[in-house]
T-cell receptor
Framework: GEDVEQSLFLSVREGDSSVINCTYTDSSSTYLYWYKQEPGAGLQLLTY?????DMKQDQRLTVLLNKKDKHLSLRIADTQTGDSAIYFC????????????FGAGTRLAVHP | DGGITQSPKYLFRKEGQNVTLSCEQNLNHDAMYWYRQDPGQGLRLIYYSQIVNDFQKGDIAEGYSVSREKKESFPLTVTSAQKNPTAFYLC???????????FGQGTRLTVV
């Protein structure tokens, strides 16, 4: 089946690291994504990882992929108030036509 | 600049009326998608199209219709048959296979 699960809320102090977790179901997914949504806006592609990778680092962002457990995480180092947003995990579900399946999103709140 | 343009940003509709949301992309992407987002929820797929003159129903297609007469355009019509149309609608496009999808800024539809 198609299902991507995320915790709904995360609160962190400014300057700390944030870790947002996600589990997915389709083991054949070639790409896994993290999107960011600010209030009233569309989704911004933040980063992605190929399924043959275990880790990807891009400036303050680190993506970890555990294919055995179908677990994906996004770590934001030195979290800033501008990082406050909803973060969506997504996978490509290969069921005939490829389509993106999203989690419900994790709302990240950064406080002083 | 390349990107996806959704219009209008805000749309008000009277009950019983059909309304069409515009989505245009100049990224030369083959695939286009429409998602619906309700407050506090993730994105649900309405329709998707992998190629011109072809489209498939997503998870919540009832009460919606689409067309794909041109590669760059994928308009969504919300019909009077859609019982609860008030939502935030997001259009996306990608290279084939749902890889690296990019989103427009969304249209907020309110039924009055």
């Amino acid at each position: 089946g198609e299902d991507v699960e995320q915790s709904l809320f995360l609160s962190v102090r400014e300057g700390d690291s944030s870790v947002i977790n996600c589990t997915y179901t389709d083991s054949s997914s070639t790409y896994l994504y993290w999107y960011k949504q600010e209030p009233g806006a569309g989704l911004q592609l933040l980063t992605y990882i190929f399924s043959n990778m275990d880790m990807k680092q891009d400036q303050r962002l680190t993506v970890l992929l555990n294919k055995k457990d179908k677990h994906l995480s996004l770590r934001i180092a030195d979290t800033q108030t501008g990082d406050s947003a909803i973060y969506f995990c997504a996978e490509i579900f290969s069921g005939g036509y490829n389509k993106l399946i999203f989690g419900a999103g994790t709302r990240l709140a950064v406080h002083p | 600049d390349g990107g996806i343009t959704q219009s209008p940003k805000y749309l008000f509709r009277k009950e019983g009326q059909n309304v069409t949301l515009s989505c245009e992309q100049n990224l030369n992407h083959d695939a286009m998608y429409w998602y619906r987002q309700d407050p506090g929820q993730g994105l649900r797929l309405i329709y998707y199209s992998q190629i011109v003159n072809d489209f498939q129903k997503g998870d919540i297609a009832e009460g919606y219709s689409v067309s794909r007469e041109k590669k760059e355009s994928f308009p969504l019509t919300v019909t009077s048959a859609q019982k609860n149309p008030t939502a935030f609608y997001l259009c996306a496009s990608s290279i084939k296979g749902a890889q690296l999808a990019f989103f427009g800024q969304g249209t907020r539809l309110t039924v009055v």
